[in-house]
């Protein structure tokens, strides 16, 4: 429970993520639904967490809101030093701008952009120029392993790769977290080991990465485990590595 | 970083958009291509008229007063009579014309002038010429560009020579396809020599009293040879008039003596004709007139384009609106990763005014075309101003942002959560 008029307390330097008795509280008709009610943990820099639960658990009110997409009714959130409940919906844009990289269940590429321009996108909003851009997409592209697709359409492109470039897209702004939701949700077995990989070699170069899914051995790959259940935290496993 | 830099990727986007949509983007352009179109155009055939008129106006010039002789109304004419066969009489009279010259301030010249159809032949053809009775003074007063050979002079006056100056308009009605100059040609009971030919007025609302005429002769030589009535039998008898003068041209010193001196003449002839024969034209007034006529149209030319792009502009908004709908998700994406609202907002701005400025652009050529046709096909001048080139352009970016700032606005405030689900 938050006290009111007292100051919760400031994260550590080394926690990129901290929740403070986040509640998430929709009303829906008359009724309220209290989709997280009092959540609380916190995710030191460089580590790989997975946020497990069932559906109705809360888990996609818990991405929305660890993705600065909602503000939490009541609590505190904070990410990479800031605390998101007190943002408008601009600083939210750019706090989700420099400090997020977001993988999509279904990839969630623009289709009538190139996958260069797609890895791009990020960039162009940051303010980069041309030949920068060019240049870091490049070298992204190289790192996710589609370099050589790079003038290609999404359409033209299989799901795995398509993956990879939504993948090098959510590092195109060198987020302090990489937040994906259910990355293998719409790919085969085969291709979800190597995206699973992928994410593991990022963990492996010191990245931050939060993996929310409902399938345990996905959420196997991660370090670390949040499950929630009924908008509240029902356990935490944390320390595997 | 500069702000063309940044945009540049979302004008290539808008570019492809369009592309992608060609049918649709073609007919929501079409809007645009009319609108701007007729902007042009309707402003290029204005001032093509405009122009005309007041370039008429001009050579009537500014600083003369036009006093013309009318057939009074039948009631007015009373008992002076002018049933079949009689002659009526009325008009200003050479006695007007020296009280004109000689009471009224700030006159510098008159010139008195008759126009009379007459019998004319030359050679083997015969036909009836308006012929203008003047003085030498006329083409000082009336410009009128000389062809060949010259105009009439003093000595003419003295001599009452029989000669005569044709407009264009005269020699190509006599047909005569030789050399004019020295030939003689029968008017009424005179012989007269061509001493020079003279260029006619053309077209235009505006007419200068002698715009149609096919002959000058010395006044002087008229009134010795034809008297001042002007008879013609036709079936049903003789019909004629005696008219003195047809038409007093009063040159001024200045503009600004121009209207005094119109009420002036005006008071002057009505104290000594009893019956109101007589009409006053002022150029300068006309010119007025012609100016507040042109704002006036171009007002209503102006409304009329309005329209004409609003509807362009609705058609634009109409499918803004509907691809902000399909692009949805995209917005959802760009939102997601840190687009802004406003970053949301420029880029649809973007996309519409690249779908108004491609219709803008089609829409100036066909602008620029339309008048090159109509000069074409129907002579009419038209004058395409350089500052509509402009004005097109303008309007289009215009359009573009306040036809494109609704949708979107749409698009920026999706909720990024519900625009991502969308499907």
Not at chain 2, 54 to 59: D, G, N, Q, S, V
Request: glycine share 10%; aromatic share 6%.
């Amino acid at each position: 429970m938050i006290v009111r008029g007292t100051e919760p307390p400031r994260p550590r330097a080394d926690e990129v993520v901290r929740l403070d008795g986040v509640k998430r509280h929709y009303l829906v008709g008359d009724e309220v639904v209290r989709a997280l009610d009092g959540v609380s943990f916190s995710i030191r820099r460089g580590s790989y967490w997975a946020i497990m639960g069932p559906s109705g658990s809360g888990k996609s009110t818990m991405l929305n809101i660890l993705g600065c997409l909602d503000r939490p009714t009541e609590g505190a959130y904070w990410l990479n030093g800031g605390n998101v409940a007190d943002m408008d919906d601009d600083e939210l844009s750019d706090h989700r701008l420099r400090n997020l990289g977001f993988v999509f269940q279904s990839f969630h590429l623009i289709p009538q952009l190139t996958v260069c321009e797609n890895i791009e996108v990020p960039m162009l909003y940051l303010g980069l120029g041309q030949s920068e851009r060019r240049h870091k997409a490049e070298s992204l592209a190289e790192r996710v392993g589609i370099a050589h697709r790079l003038r290609h359409l999404p359409s033209e492109l299989s799901g795995g790769q398509r993956q990879r470039v939504a993948v090098a897209r959510a590092l195109a702004n060198d987020p302090a977290v990489l937040l994906a939701d259910e990355p293998t949700g719409n790919l085969d077995s085969a291709t979800s080991v190597q995206i699973m990989a992928l994410f593991q070699e990022l963990y492996e170069q010191g990245k931050t990465v939060i993996v929310v899914t409902h399938e345990s051995d996905i959420a196997a790959y991660a370090k670390a485990c949040v499950v929630l259940k009924d908008g509240l935290v029902q356990s935490v496993r944390e320390g595997v590595s | 970083m500069s702000v063309l830099g940044s945009l540049w990727p979302f004008v290539r986007l808008g570019l492809t958009d369009v592309w992608r949509h060609k049918t649709r983007s073609f007919l929501t352009m079409l809007g645009m291509v009319f609108g701007v179109g007729s902007v042009i155009a309707m402003l290029a055939v204005g001032e093509g008229a405009s122009q005309q008129a007041l370039e008429a106006i001009k050579r009537l010039g500014s600083q003369n007063i036009m006093v013309m002789s009318v057939k009074p109304t039948s009631e007015e004419r009373g008992n002076s009579g002018s049933q079949r066969g009689q002659l009526a009489v009325y008009g200003i009279k050479y006695d007007d014309e020296t009280r004109i010259r000689e009471t009224v301030p700030g006159v510098v010249m008159t010139v008195p002038a008759r126009m009379t159809r007459r019998n004319a032949r030359l050679g083997e053809r015969q036909l009836e010429l308006r012929v203008v009775e003047t003085i030498p003074a006329w083409f000082d007063v009336v410009q009128r560009p000389v062809l060949a050979g010259r105009v009439l002079t003093e000595h003419d006056m003295r001599e009452r020579a029989n000669v005569c100056v044709l407009t264009e308009h005269g020699v190509r009605r006599l047909l005569a396809a030789e050399e004019m100059i020295g030939q003689r040609i029968r008017i009424a009971s005179g012989l007269f020599e061509v001493v020079g030919i003279v260029k006619n007025e053309t077209g235009g609302t505006v007419r200068a009293p002698d715009s149609e005429a096919d002959a000058y002769i010395p006044i002087i030589t008229g009134t010795k040879l034809f008297g001042e009535a002007n008879i013609r039998y036709s079936a049903g008898g003789m019909e004629g008039e005696r008219v003195e003068l047809s038409q007093i041209i009063v040159k001024m010193k200045d503009t600004a003596a121009v209207e005094p001196g119109s009420k002036a003449i005006e008071a002057l002839l009505a104290r000594f004709h009893k019956k109101v024969d007589y009409k006053i034209d002022v150029p300068l007034t006309l010119l007025r007139e012609a100016e507040r006529t042109k704002r006036t149209y171009n007002i209503v030319l102006g409304a009329i384009a309005g329209i004409s792009l609003l509807v362009g502009g609705i058609g634009i908004m109409n499918i803004m609106l509907a691809s902000v709908t399909e692009r949805t998700k995209e917005i959802g994406i760009r939102r997601a990763i840190g687009a802004r609202r406003s970053r949301i907002v420029i880029q649809f701005l973007i996309n519409t005014c690249v779908l108004s400025i491609g219709g803008g652009i089609v829409g100036l050529l066909v602008g620029l075309a339309i008048p090159l046709l109509i000069t074409l096909f129907t002579a009419m001048p038209t004058v395409v101003q350089p500052y509509s080139l402009v004005l097109a352009f303008g309007i289009s970016v215009g359009i573009g942002i306040v036809f494109g700032l609704y949708p979107a606005m749409r698009a920026a405030a999706l909720d990024p959560i519900e625009a991502l689900r969308h499907e």
